[in-house]
């Protein structure tokens, strides 16, 4: 149940991403229309993340190093 709530969670994030990016307030607002963009583009990556770590656990797992 966790896996498919982190999932819908990192679907979420994808589209808002998006969302955020797009949005430009009045022009005057430089610095804000900038910081949508940075914090749209971070929840993209972290919707990634979360969908990667999801489907591909296995990538995730630390391997065992061989110290010869």
């Known amino acids: ?3 498919v709530i982190k ?5 979420a ?14 022009d005057t607002v430089f610095l804000k229309n900038i910081l949508l963009r940075i914090i749209g583009g971070l929840f993209i990556l972290l919707g990634v993340h ?4 999801q489907f591909h ?7 065992p190093t061989s110290s010869e």
């Open 13 to 26: 994030l994808i589209m808002v991403g998006p969302m955020l990016i797009v949005i430009t307030v009045d």
């Open 50 to 53: 979360l969908l990667h770590r």
């Open 1 to 3: 149940m966790m896996r």
């Open 57 to 63: 656990p296995n990538s995730y797992t630390s391997k």
């Open 7 to 11: 999932a819908l969670l990192g679907i």
